[in-house]
T-cell receptor, first 117, second 112 residues
Framework: GAGVSQSPRYKVAKRGQDVALRCDPISGHVSLFWYQQALGQGPEFLTYFQNEAQLDKSGLPSDRFFAERPEGSVSTLKIQRTQQEDSAVYLC???????????????FGDGTRLSIL | GENVEQHPSTLSVQEGDSAVIKCTYSDSASNYFPWYKQELGKRPQLIIDIRSNVGEKKDQRIAVTLNKTAKHFSLHITETQPEDSAVYFCAASKQAGTALIFGKGTTLSVSS
């Protein structure tokens, strides 16, 4: 596709439910990032994939958060036993990659707005 | 870890004026500094970025300057227009492909 696509755009869940958020990166982008953006704040890093390998998950707030990218393209962020403090916009970004190319710009999706009741 | 501070948190200017947003970073290993514009309910959009091997970059009405010694970088918007109104975020990252650390954002309002 032309850009990073995320679904659903909005998700409402009851506390304790599990949710799954999907990200379709730009075709050919090696790197994929997940960020969490609270209202009125900047995005905060959650985790990073290079192809199918999860190279950094230091930003995941608890073991209730899990991300995967099994085939090196689409990624899913799963939150188990959701809590009210999980309410935020979850942004996905992708980039061409790193290495000899240096830092490549990260392009963001529109995000999933998650509300936990 | 890296910490990015951004000032001011809000900025109001008249159409045609210039706007300047400043950021400081803590980790001297940071070498990539993008700026994003985010309109309400929309995705952050990259507007300009700079790498540590240059001190200034310009793209039409937008410019970014970097002072590695002082560990700060700034966004300059000239001839502001109402459509420039948005939240602007600075960010920093260390190695290629690693996480961006964002500032808290600046809400820019341009009145006509």
């Amino acid at each position: 596709g032309a850009g990073v696509s995320q679904s659903p755009r909005y998700k409402v869940a009851k506390r304790g439910q599990d949710v799954a958020l999907r990200c379709d990166p730009i075709s050919g982008h090696v790197s994929l990032f997940w960020y969490q953006q609270a209202l009125g704040q900047g995005p905060e890093f959650l985790t990073y994939f290079q192809n199918e390998a999860q190279l950094d998950k230091s930003g995941l707030p608890s073991d209730r958060f899990f991300a995967e990218r099994p085939e090196g393209s689409v990624s899913t962020l799963k939150i188990q036993r959701t809590q009210q403090e999980d309410s935020a916009v979850y942004l996905c970004a992708s980039s061409l990659g790193a290495g000899a190319l240096g830092n490549q710009p990260q392009h963001f999706g529109d995000g999933t707005r998650l509300s936990i009741l | 870890g890296e910490n990015v501070e951004q000032h001011p948190s809000t900025l109001s200017v008249q159409e045609g004026d210039s706007a300047v947003i400043k950021c400081t970073y803590s980790d001297s290993a940071s070498n990539y500094f993008p700026w994003y514009k985010q309109e309400l309910g929309k995705r952050p959009q990259l507007i300009i970025d700079i790498r540590s091997n240059v001190g200034e970059k310009k793209d039409q009405r937008i410019a970014v300057t970097l002072n590695k010694t002082a560990k700060h970088f700034s966004l300059h918007i000239t001839e502001t227009q109402p459509e420039d109104s948005a939240v602007y975020f600075c960010a920093a990252s260390k190695q290629a492909g690693t996480a961006l650390i964002f500032g808290k954002g600046t809400t820019l309002s341009v009145s006509s």
